[in-house]
């Protein structure tokens, strides 16, 4: 048991020494990195949006009446 | 209103100032767990982003710096997850190898490759209790566990990385 103890503190510190330590100042303002992925995904269209204009692309082109009942209820 | 409550609704500007004031958080939070500045500048960069998008979701009666924490970690966490053992290996700095230096990093290599081989979830413990060693209360509210699992996923990756260093005939001093 405490031989365990002994092996799982010598692996610890081992991991220890086996990773240098990270700066962790951050180098630069990430701010307009922020600002242009918000920019960018608020005009992606979402793919069920394309996958509900396509449906309705197909529904009109087999069923061309449909066109006037969309015409009735806009 | 106050800053939180204003991004909340959504203000930019809100928003803004609070990505400014906790950006330096995220990133020291983040390269802890992931050990590379540029991939730690884009997580975090990805962290401000969802916690926009999930601006609706947080209470601001809470702790915002704890709500980003736990996002960035899953971040991270899912990172981990899509990278390959080889790629995350730490650079030994230039210079004249001795053969002792030589052995040492041959060593230190084999216990990197060895915990990076380690489940994520346990890799993120055992990185952030022992090479950081950060209290336990924090990791547990990162992951979103409790002090205890946080303990029994450090104890789990100790032993793994026991067994397989013992495989590799390696026995740490």
Same mark, same amino acid.
């Given at each position: +048991?405490? +031989? ?16 240098? %330590? ?9 701010? %307009? ?12 269209? %979402? ?16 069923? %061309? ?10 | /209103? ?104 041959? /060593? ?66």
């Amino acid at each position: +048991m405490n +031989m365990d103890k002994d092996n799982d503190r010598q692996i610890r510190d081992a991991l220890k020494r086996s990773f240098s %330590p990270v700066n962790t100042e951050l180098r630069r303002d990430l701010w %307009p990195d922020v600002l242009r992925k918000l920019d960018a995904s608020s005009v992606r269209v %979402p793919w069920y949006d394309w996958a509900l204009g396509g449906l309705s692309a197909v529904a009109f082109l087999v069923f %061309p009446q449909l066109v006037l009942v969309f015409a009735y209820h806009l | /209103m106050d800053l939180l409550q204003r991004f909340a609704l959504g203000e930019i500007d809100a928003f803004e100032t609070l990505a400014r004031q906790f950006q330096g958080e995220i990133y020291a939070w983040t390269v802890r767990i992931v050990r590379d500045p540029g991939t730690a500048e884009d997580l975090t960069v990805e962290t401000l982003w969802r916690i926009y998008r999930a601006r609706q979701q947080f209470r601001p009666d809470s702790n915002f710096g704890a709500w980003a924490r736990r996002i960035a970690t899953n971040l991270a966490l899912d990172h981990l997850r899509h990278t390959r053992p080889e790629q995350v290996l730490e650079v030994e700095p230039a210079g004249a190898p001795q053969p002792d230096r030589l052995v040492a990093r041959e /060593m230190r290599e084999k216990i990197q490759q060895a915990f990076h081989r380690l489940p994520p979830k346990l890799q993120v413990a055992a990185t952030l209790a022992l090479v950081e060693e950060l209290p336990y209360e924090q990791i547990a509210e990162a992951l979103g566990i409790s002090v205890g699992a946080v303990k029994v996923r450090v104890f789990r990756a100790v032993r793994i990385l026991r067994s397989r260093l013992s495989q590799l005939g390696i026995k740490p001093e």
